[in-house]
């Protein structure tokens, strides 16, 4: 599988991804700059996190429209595979390709620390596969307050859209555990075709031993089960 | 030249900041009167902030030299030290408290800004940032829209620009109420053979300014940070520039990808009196001059005049000198990234530095004269001993009661609530501290921040590069030669601890007004002790920055801050150590000597009232002694964590090798000390290890033997509880909620 890792200005998890990807699961992966209008032949298309264009009018506002996301959105309506980490969700957010937005925490500050993530969806592949209650992975963001209407939360429900919760270490999804105030702890979710995946979380920054703590591992082996 | 226009006067050269004999001199070097604008680049250029004029001379006593060092202090940006296999990092600490005084969020923010840059313009990426902090009394309202707008500058800077920041301190005093103190550190990695310097040379060569437009912000900015703050500083608002950090993400990538091609001949950003300190800085190196057409700079507004666009501050800049006939080679790498890339000028031969507008000459002036090492003024201020000094070692320890029974829980509970020693966990969850997948210490909590050398061509690259940032200033103002001792020592301690072996040294040497003899022998006093630390340390100061005039007509000078920044490498993965006790029933041990002194602790200052006591008990070979003897115990795995005892004493340290496992411990004081002493004091050189029981013997014999190393069996780590001699103190509970949550509750 060959995946690809779009390089906006003001990205910058974009290295941290290329380097998990690569070295910690053995990937052949490449950069997509966002001038770009060639996806390079990739599978498997990963946005990082970071400040696309600085973000300064929305988080993710401005990215959606960059030449590179016509050619993501694209891979996406054929049913490829895109995942969008922090910057990267707010991303795929603003462009549509997953339900619901991304609001400033409710304690209206950035906050950076590790948090724990219970697995939902049993029919992604992304966490179908995930079998324990509590990954502990790190988040890093000003802005991942997630929101969606009632019907639509009522349908990510309904389907089984839900990729991950924000709960305490022994997997119990909890007020206290949700971070940011998102709508019933949602910390990531997934388009209808459940072929696009957005979450806060950064997994990559927990995939390395040398770290620590190497759950994000668990949860990007995941996407390994997906044959180009 | 412009003849029409009124040649300046002594009067004008004395609002500018430039004495009366200085102006002489400048008319000597020119062999006429200066103009307004020529004035104007003097001015700047010997301020305080660039030419050091009146610490430079002390500087150079520090020691600066050891066999890893690739660039020596002042030689380039920031220093540059050996660490092995090709590579090298260089690294610097800066201040910017002046403008965060006025404007916390945008001050702090272009002080993490430029840090950045003095890192990346030689070739570096950075990897890791620090800062270093002191606030006024939390109460004050004031001070907590100061602490607010300088950690949300420095997170929304730092966290956009995308380097982790890993590490740092807090303190707060009242005598920083209206001079608060910001310290940005930053440290980055680059291939040996790869530097980038801040030179230019080469006839013809051409001069590029890239990255932002040059506007009116941040005008005179450095000759704004060279005097006392007053009530009028707040009509200097213009001279607080503003920042991007997309910008100088932009920048940074662009910069290491134009040094990547070999074209570049010398590169240097734009910090302190912007275009001309580049411009004058580079040709001085290189022997060269330079002519430059201000009309080429792109400018945000129009019409700015000839010394505006000289002087000014904007923010994320370079100048950039290249091999003649690659100019489209840089250029395209500039379009890639859609920033500025001009070409304003070229190199010439001589030494002048030709300033053209409007196709008028309107500056032509010596570049060796205006620089540090150069022309600029070297003073040496007189100094006097204040008459606090001798008070403060009057204190009888005797004067002050012990506590006993159910007061050592008050004093506990006191101190892990306490703004100076309670988490800064409000704070730095604000900072992205795991952004590029290199922090070590997050899930490994210890004395140092950690990152890794991480590197996608050298998969599994074992090193790590270990940074911390510490001053006690209380220390220091009660005995500047001690107390710096003092912050070198600790910082050094702090690396040794984590598993590391200190390597370097860059300083920030925060003080009130030099001309104020009894500050400026704090000045003297503060470097004479931080040499002698340096030099037992073998940790040569690489370079860093001097920050005077931190003094107000209310409330005088702050305390002597001569903040330490000490690098170290790990050069093994197993000997990162961490501070947290690990399980029940392991030993913990005292390794040091204990003192009856409870001398400038925050127990005494704060908890006692008593404000006036000399620097803490510290004996310099003592102390390295100590750390020799834990580098060999992590050597030897004998110790499954280790955490140095400072501010608040053997409890608090206790209690923070406790709280992240939410386990807790029983010990018993030892016989011979006053309580308050012994679990509240802040003698120096003692640090705090747990041992697995089965490591005991071997630990013993290893204290006993050729090391001779004091050390103490206090108890053991339990499941729950603070217990000191058979008493709990407090439950392991409330006092992670005291330790944890009580700076947050003081600031919302």
């Known amino acids: 599988m060959k995946f690809g890792v779009v390089v906006f200005p003001g990205s910058n998890c974009d290295d941290d991804t290329v380097y998990t990807l690569r070295v910690n699961l053995g990937q052949e992966v490449v950069k997509l700059w966002h001038k770009d209008h060639d996806l390079q032949g990739c599978d498997f298309v990963i946005l990082p996190g970071g400040f696309s264009y600085g973000d300064y009018l929305r988080t993710g506002a401005i990215a959606r429209f960059s030449p590179i996301m016509n050619e993501v959105i694209a891979h996406a309506n054929r049913g490829g595979y895109v995942m969008g980490i922090c910057n990267g969700f707010q991303i795929v957010a603003e462009a549509g390709l997953v339900p619901g937005v991304l609001l400033r925490n409710s304690s209206q500050r950035y906050i950076c620390r590790n948090i724990y993530l219970n697995p939902q969806s049993k029919s992604t592949i992304l966490t179908g596969g995930l079998d324990r209650s509590a990954y502990k992975i790190p988040i890093a963001h000003g802005d991942g307050r997630y929101f969606a209407d009632e019907d639509t939360l009522k349908s990510l429900n309904d389907n089984d859209q839900v990729l991950f919760r924000y709960c305490d270490e022994n997997g119990l999804i909890t007020e206290a555990a949700n971070p940011n105030g998102s709508l019933e702890n949602i910390a990531g979710v997934t388009n209808a075709g459940k072929n696009v995946f957005g979450m806060m979380p950064h997994p990559e920054r927990a995939s390395d031993p040398a770290l620590g703590n190497a759950d994000g591992r668990f949860i990007l082996e995941q996407l390994l089960a997906v044959t180009a | ?748």
């Open chain 2, 1 to 748: 030249m412009e003849h029409v226009e009124q040649l300046p006067t002594v009067e004008t050269a004395k609002k500018l900041g430039i004495l009366p004999e200085e102006f002489e001199q400048i008319k000597q070097i020119l062999g006429r009167t200066p103009n307004f604008t020529e004035l104007s680049i003097f001015s700047v250029m010997w301020s305080e902030h660039c030419s050091y004029k009146n610490s430079i001379v002390w500087l150079k006593t520090l020691p600066r030299d050891s066999d890893r060092m690739l660039a020596k202090a002042g030689e380039e940006n920031a220093g540059l030290v050996d660490i092995g296999d090709g590579l090298a990092c260089s690294f610097k600490i800066e201040s910017h408290n002046h403008p965060s005084a006025l404007e916390p969020y945008q001050g702090a923010a272009t002080g993490v800004g430029g840090i950045n840059r003095d890192i990346f313009t030689m070739g570096a990426r950075p990897i890791a940032q620090l800062n270093s902090l002191r606030f006024g009394d939390p109460k004050l309202a004031k001070t907590k829209w100061l602490v607010k707008g300088v950690v949300k500058g420095i997170g929304d800077y730092g966290n956009a620009f995308g380097i982790p920041t890993v590490g740092g301190e807090v303190f707060f005093d009242e005598c920083y109420n209206t001079n608060p103190l910001v310290n940005a550190f930053s440290a980055g990695i680059v291939e040996a053979g790869k530097v980038a310097k801040a030179i230019s040379y080469g006839v013809g060569n051409p001069v590029f300014i890239v990255g932002s437009a040059t506007g009116k912000d941040g005008i005179g900015g450095a000759s704004f940070a060279s005097e006392d703050i007053s009530e009028k500083s707040t009509e200097k608002l213009p001279a607080v520039q503003v920042g991007d950090p997309f910008m100088e993400k932009l920048l940074l990538e662009a910069t290491l990808e134009i040094i990547e091609t070999g074209y570049v001949v010398g590169i240097q950003d734009m910090g302190a009196a912007g275009i001309i300190c580049s411009t004058s800085e580079m040709s001085a190196k290189g022997e060269h001059g330079m002519i430059i057409d201000l009309d080429k700079v792109p400018t945000r507004q129009t019409n700015m005049k000839g010394w505006e666009i000289l002087l000014s501050e904007s923010q994320e800049r370079m100048l950039v000198v290249v091999e003649k006939g690659k100019e489209d080679d840089i250029k395209q790498i500039f379009d890639k990234w859609d920033l500025h890339c001009a070409q304003i000028g070229e190199v010439v031969e001589g030494g002048s530095l030709h300033f053209f507008q409007h196709g008028e000459l309107i500056a032509d002036v010596p570049a060796h004269d205006l620089v540090l090492g150069g022309g600029a003024p070297q003073y040496r201020r007189e100094y006097r001993e204040p008459a606090y000094y001798q008070e403060f070692k009057k204190f009888d320890l005797n004067s002050v009661s012990d506590v006993k029974g159910e007061e050592i829980g008050k004093v506990a509970k006191h101190l892990l609530s306490h703004p100076n020693i309670a988490s800064k966990k409000w704070v730095y969850e604000q900072y992205d501290s795991t952004v590029g997948t290199a922090n070590r210490t997050t899930n490994r909590p210890s004395d140092a921040g950690v990152v890794r050398i991480r590197d996608v061509k050298r998969p599994h690259y074992q090193k790590s590069i270990a940074m911390t940032v510490d001053c006690n200033a209380r220390y220091v103002n009660a005995d500047p030669f001690i107390g710096a001792q003092i912050a070198v020592a600790e910082a050094a301690r702090n690396l040794v601890c984590t598993g590391a072996e200190p390597l370097a040294v860059t300083n920030n040497l925060n003080f009130g007004n030099p001309y104020v003899p009894e500050v400026y022998w704090q000045f003297v006093n503060a470097v004479q002790g931080m040499g002698k630390a340096c030099l037992k340390f073998n940790t040569p100061v690489t370079g860093g920055n001097v920050s005077f005039y931190n003094q107000s007509s209310d409330d005088g000078p702050v305390f002597p801050t001569p903040t330490i920044g000490m690098i170290g490498l790990i050069e093994k993965p197993e000997n990162q150590t961490s501070l947290d006790f690990k399980n029940e029933g392991d030993l913990i041990c005292l390794v040091g000597q204990s003192q009856n002194d409870i001398a400038s602790s925050e127990y005494l200052y704060s908890y006692r009232g008593v404000k006036a006591s000399p620097a803490p008990a510290f004996d310099l070979d003592e102390e390295y002694s100590l750390q020799v003897a834990i580098n060999q115990l992590i050597e030897k795995q004998l110790v499954k964590s280790v955490h140095d005892v400072s501010d608040g004493g053997l409890f608090v340290t206790l209690a923070e090798s406790a709280l992240p496992n939410g386990v807790g411990f029983d010990v018993a004081t030892m016989e011979g000390y006053r309580k308050d002493a012994f679990l509240f004091g802040e003698s120096q050189s003692r640090v705090v290890v747990s041992v697995s029981p089965d490591k005991q013997a071997e630990f013993q014999k290893v204290l006993g033997g050729e090391l001779k190393t004091v050390h103490a069996l206090l108890g053991k780590v339990t499941s729950g509880g603070f217990v000191v001699d058979g008493q709990e103190v407090i439950s392991t509970a409330e006092a992670k909620d005291l330790y944890d949550n009580s700076l947050g509750r003081l600031m919302s």
